[in-house]
């Protein structure tokens, strides 16, 4: 069983930064695309990024392109989403996630995914 642990979020005015972190648990972390998805209040969940295993393939979502960052280290079994010029629509709860075995045009499904954390809490004040 893999355990993911996200933390990094907090209160930051718009145009501000904030880098998320999600340690995974487990042996396998280097085996598994790793994806960050967030909810805000009253909607449905959505992808914001992925990345392969050794971070030489990455995907994100349109609304994040050119702001947010997606890397890992395996030797940390860490994942890392960089957010830069935040927005108030970047205001969500954000989750990382694994998945074991998945082909690129899949990464922004959620349901695929076999193992999720907590969420950390992000809020941009405008």
């Known amino acids: 069983q893999e355990y993911l642990a996200e933390s990094g979020g907090g209160l930051v005015q718009a145009g501000a930064s904030l880098r998320l972190s999600c340690v995974v648990s487990?042996?396998?972390?280097?085996?598994?695309?790793m994806g960050w998805f967030r909810q805000a209040p009253g909607k449905e969940r959505e992808f914001v990024a992925a990345?392969?295993?050794?971070?030489?393939?990455?995907r994100y979502a349109d609304s994040v392109k050119g702001r947010f960052t997606i890397s890992r280290d395996n030797t940390r079994s860490t994942v890392y989403l960089q957010m830069n010029s935040l927005k108030p629509e970047d205001t969500a709860d954000y989750y990382c996630?694994?998945?074991?075995?998945?082909?690129?045009?899949?990464?922004?499904?959620?349901?695929?995914?076999?193992?999720w954390g907590r969420g950390t809490q992000v809020t941009v004040s405008s």
């Open positions: 990345i392969n295993w050794n971070g030489s393939s990455t």
């Open positions: 996630a694994a998945v074991a075995r998945s082909i690129y045009s899949d990464w922004a499904d959620g349901r695929l995914y076999d193992h």
């Open positions: 487990g042996r396998t972390f280097s085996s598994y695309v």
